[in-house]
């Protein structure tokens, strides 16, 4: 079973970055397929970026291409999201979320493939 706690979200300005952290605890980090997933008032919960338990297969949602990037550390159990340009519309709650699997280039879009979620963390961009 994995606990996830997501860290480094805040406020800031249009333009400007910010650089998320889901760091994991239980066993076999290895072995969870990873997303980031954020719902904004008012909306569904939309997918942002996912990531194979190996990291070498990413992908993102169009409208952070380029200015999102995932990346994970199996060695020490996180899974970050740096995100630069940022925008008014990115304004939402995020969340981190693990999938268990046995493929190591699996990855997931849908917010029901994944076991597990952290609380989320707030991202705030003023314009």
């Known amino acids: 079973q994995a606990q996830l706690i997501e860290s480094g979200g805040g406020l800031v300005q249009a333009g400007g970055s910010l650089r998320l952290s889901c760091a994991a605890s239980?066993?076999?980090?290895?072995?969870?397929?990873m997303g980031w997933f954020r719902q904004a008032p008012g909306k569904e919960r939309e997918f942002v970026a996912c990531?194979?338990?190996?990291?070498?297969?990413?992908a993102y949602t169009d409208s952070v291409k380029g200015r999102f990037t995932i990346a994970k550390d199996n060695d020490k159990n996180t899974v970050n999201l740096q995100m630069i340009s940022l925008n008014p519309e990115d304004t939402a709650l995020y969340y981190c979320a693990a999938a268990g699997t046995h493929s190591a280039s699996i990855i997931y879009r849908t917010p029901a493939s994944y076991t597990y979620w952290g609380q989320g963390t707030q991202v705030t961009v003023a314009s």
């Open positions: 990531i194979s338990r190996s990291g070498g297969v990413t």
């Open positions: 239980g066993r076999s980090f290895s072995a969870y397929a």
